[in-house]
């Protein structure tokens, strides 16, 4: 006879996007795959880039599904999902598209989610992992991080055009490297404490094989993939950074669990003079503090470190806007990282803001050290 025990069961969960497209000038399908999934799209714009795309996804999506473009407003907060919500209304329409970069797409994620409507999402930069996730970062309106809206599914579609990725300015990419370097070590983490990943439960062997496959990815090809956006090529070493940033990341992180680099970055956000850099770069500041947080060996230590510098990713806090800051300052930020509830909490080591604190003062003391050499 079967017996369940409930104290004995682990149920492991891992998500993923419905439908993966990568490939140089992958917009070309865009409006195949669109009509796969509705017949008429509010399509969300970052106001960057909506000029220089907008009659390319027009020209894409002719004859094959009726398209309304709106402009970005630039933020990622409750008023601006609102408004697109209520546009969608309007319109009656029964998709929602996102282009752009990781505020445009959680704006458009959560649009979809308040319609329950279906969502596809068109990176242009490979910045962050959000493209892949079921998950919006939702911040005020002047920026500060409030909290994180988790949906009940992943992106229908998630279609990245990597010719497009490697027009942007290279910053972009070495910021997703920055966000994809926390994947692996804060995965690790949650898989030694056995913590929840971002379903609640914990992740199956599959998101921390893909987890440990984004760093090895990032260590072995984000130099040459940084030379081929710098140059605006397509080489196989960008295709595949683009996909440890958008895709490894987004899986890994979303399957395998969130940690202290990302509650770190979280805390950043309520110093104002980290507000000019990006996500990825705060939270590569964030993976050198919680190798210190927790203990890392050494050699582990000083190869992300190294590998930081190789492609300009963030090694001390004046990198990130925060040169001579004073302790009690930054004890705000370590104090925010520590709130109830944020994932930093999934260290299986003390959490405090002072641990904290003393993990980004030390991790800033090596990345000075490292520039006199």
């Given at each position: 006879m079967f017996v369940l025990n409930k104290e004995q069961t682990v149920i492991t969960t891992a998500i993923f996007p419905a439908r993966y497209v990568q490939g140089s000038h992958a917009i070309r399908f865009l409006g195949e795959e669109?009509?796969?999934?509705?017949?008429?799209?509010?399509?969300?714009?970052?106001?960057?880039?909506?000029?220089?795309?907008?009659?390319?996804?027009?020209?894409?999506?002719?004859?094959?599904?009726?398209?309304?473009?709106?402009?970005?407003?630039?933020?990622?907060?409750?008023?601006?999902?609102?408004?697109?919500?209520?546009?969608?209304?309007?319109?009656?329409?029964?998709?929602?598209?996102?282009?752009?970069?990781?505020?445009?797409?959680?704006?458009?994620?959560?649009?979809?989610?308040?319609?329950?409507?279906?969502?596809?999402?068109?990176?242009?930069?490979?910045?962050?992992?959000?493209?892949?996730?079921?998950?919006?970062?939702?911040?005020?309106?002047?920026?500060?991080?409030?909290?994180?809206?988790?949906?009940?599914?992943?992106?229908?579609?998630?279609?990245?055009?990597?010719?497009?990725?490697?027009?942007?300015?290279?910053?972009?990419?070495?910021?997703?490297?920055?966000?994809?370097?926390?994947?692996?070590?804060?995965?690790e983490d949650c898989q030694i404490k056995r913590a929840k990943n971002m379903t609640g439960r914990m992740g199956p062997m599959t998101a921390f094989s893909l987890a440990h496959l984004c760093y090895e990815t990032l260590l072995e090809y984000g130099v040459y993939g940084k030379i081929a956006c710098e140059q605006q090529v397509v080489t196989p070493a960008l295709e595949r950074i683009i996909e440890a940033n958008t895709l490894l990341s987004g899986l890994g992180f979303e399957s395998g669990g969130l940690a202290a680099a990302h509650a770190i970055h979280n805390g950043f956000t309520v110093l104002e003079e980290t507000k000019k850099f990006w996500h990825g770069e705060k939270v590569a500041f964030g993976v050198l503090a919680m190798l210190i947080l927790t203990d890392r060996p050494s050699p582990v230590i000083d190869r992300v470190f190294s590998f930081c510098e190789s492609i300009g990713l963030p090694t001390t806090l004046a990198d990130i806007g925060l040169e001579g800051v004073s302790r009690d300052r930054l004890l705000l930020a370590a104090e925010r990282a520590c709130s109830t509830g944020e994932t930093i909490h999934n260290e299986p080591c003390e959490i405090s803001p002072e641990t904290v604190l003393a993990a980004m003062l030390a991790a800033d003391a090596q990345g000075r050290r490292r520039k006199q050499f």
């Open positions: 669109l009509s796969r999934l509705g017949h008429k799209a509010l399509v969300i714009m970052g106001p960057v880039i909506f000029p220089q795309l907008q009659p390319i996804v027009e020209e894409f999506t002719e004859g094959k599904i009726e398209i309304y473009l709106e402009r970005f407003g630039g933020e990622c907060c409750d008023p601006e999902i609102e408004q697109m919500v209520s546009l969608g209304k309007t319109q009656e329409v029964d998709l929602i598209v996102g282009i752009g970069g990781g505020k445009t797409i959680d704006t458009a994620k959560a649009t979809a989610y308040q319609l329950k409507l279906p969502v596809a999402i068109v990176p242009t930069i490979a910045s962050t992992d959000a493209p892949c996730s079921a998950l919006s970062v939702i911040y005020t309106p002047e920026g500060v991080w409030e909290r994180y809206l988790v949906l009940p599914r992943n992106p229908d579609l998630v279609l990245v055009d990597t010719d497009i990725i490697a027009q942007a300015p290279v910053r972009f990419l070495v910021a997703g490297m920055g966000d994809a370097l926390a994947t692996w070590f804060e995965a």
